[in-house]
């Protein structure tokens, strides 16, 4: 069984009138896109497992 899930990815950050002055305008510009990632549990088999692991 596996779940499809979709996941924000930042692609880029701008920061504009960088340094600024006192009381100034700071504009932040973000772009973002949705990454559809799917999600599997592990399958352990007998004799896989290890020490102290449940």
């Known amino acids: 069984m596996s779940y499809t899930i979709l ?3 930042f692609e880029e950050v701008t920061l504009d009138t960088n ?3 006192t009381d100034g305008l700071l504009k932040v ?3 973002v896109t949705e990454q559809e990632i799917t999600l ?3 399958e352990k088999y ?3 497992f290890y020490l102290a692991e449940v």
């Open 7 to 9: 996941m924000p990815q």
């Open 40 to 42: 599997s549990p592990e």
């Open 46 to 48: 007998s004799g896989e």
């Open 19 to 21: 340094p600024i002055n």
């Open 29 to 31: 510009s973000i772009k």
